[in-house]
C-alpha cells in the first residue's frame, strides 16, 4: 500500500550544527507535505508543510525540499539547539475520497549533544 | 500549543472490556481525525469526523466508532479492547478539507 517512510531512525548532531532528516514517500497523488515535531509525551507538532508545485520552503531556521522526481522530502533545521531533540515525523496528506487523512512514517529521533 | 484538548490523559483497562476517549477541537475547526501511535511509531489515521458523520476511515475494525457532536467535539469508543490497543490516541482538528492538522497531547491507553 501507500506509504511514508523515513532512511534513519537515530540522528545525533553537535549542538550549533545544521540537521537533515530525509524522507521517502510513494504516493504521488499526494499534494501536501508536512513536517510534525513530537516531544516526549506530546502530540506532534506541526513545523512546516511544502505544496506539491513547490520544491522548496523556508521557515524560521528550518527549510523543507521536495524532490518529486524520486519522492523525496528532507528538513533541514539550521543551528540545532537542544531544545530540537525530539522525534521527526513527515507526513504525506492528500485528498482521497472527499477526506484529509495524513499518512505518517516511522519517525526519525533528533538527539542534540551540548 | 494547539487548542485541541484530550481526555483522559491516561488510561488503564483490562482486555475485553470497553473505553471512550474524548476530545475538544480547536475553535473554529469543524473536523476530527484520530490517530492511533503505537509506540515506536507514526501515528496511524483511524477515522475521520465532519458534521457528526464518519469521513472516512483507515484500516481498523469496527469494533472502533466514535461521535461527533455539534459544538464539533469528538469521542472515541473502542470495544472488546485487545492487548494489541494499546497505544497513544491522538485527535487531531481542522478545517473541513484543509491539510493543516493540530494534534491534542493525547490519551496513553494501556491494556492488560
Known amino acids: 500500500g501507500e506509504s511514508v517512510g523515513l532512511h534513519l531512525p537515530t540522528l545525533s548532531v553537535q549542538e550549533g550544527d545544521n540537521s537533515i532528516i530525509n524522507c521517502a514517500y510513494s504516493?504521488?497523488?499526494?499534494?501536501?507535505f508536512i513536517w510534525y515535531k513530537q516531544e516526549s509525551g506530546k502530540g506532534p507538532q506541526f513545523i512546516i508543510d511544502?505544496?506539491?508545485?513547490?520544491d522548496k520552503r523556508q521557515g524560521q531556521r528550518v527549510t523543507v525540499l521536495l524532490n518529486k522526481t524520486v519522492k523525496h522530502l528532507s528538513l533541514q533545521i539550521a543551528a540545532t539547539q537542544p531544545g530540537d531533540s525530539a522525534v521527526y515525523f513527515c507526513?504525506?496528506?492528500?485528498?482521497?475520497?472527499?477526506?484529509?487523512?495524513?499518512?505518517f512514517g516511522s519517525g526519525t529521533r533528533l538527539q542534540v549533544q551540548p | 500549543e494547539t487548542g485541541v484538548t484530550q481526555s483522559p490523559t491516561h488510561l488503564i483497562k483490562t482486555r475485553g472490556q470497553q473505553v471512550t476517549l474524548r476530545c475538544s477541537s480547536q475553535?473554529?475547526?469543524?473536523?476530527v481525525s484520530w490517530y492511533q501511535q503505537a509506540l515506536g511509531q507514526g501515528p496511524q489515521f483511524i477515522f475521520q469526523?465532519?458534521?457528526?458523520?464518519?469521513?472516512g476511515r483507515g484500516n481498523f475494525p469496527p469494533r472502533f466508532s466514535g461521535l461527533q457532536f455539534p459544538n464539533y467535539s469528538s469521542e472515541l469508543n473502542v470495544n472488546a479492547l485487545e492487548l494489541d490497543d494499546s497505544a497513544l490516541y491522538l485527535c487531531?482538528?481542522?478545517?473541513?478539507?484543509?491539510?493543516?492538522?493540530?494534534f491534542g497531547p493525547g490519551t496513553r491507553l494501556t491494556v492488560t
Open positions: 507526513a504525506e496528506n492528500g485528498m482521497d475520497t472527499g477526506r484529509r487523512a495524513l499518512t
Open positions: 487531531a482538528s481542522s478545517l473541513a478539507g484543509g491539510h493543516e492538522q493540530y
Open positions: 469526523y465532519y458534521r457528526e458523520e464518519e469521513n
Open positions: 504516493n504521488s497523488a499526494s499534494d501536501y
Open positions: 511544502i505544496r506539491s508545485n513547490m
Open positions: 475553535s473554529g475547526h469543524n473536523t
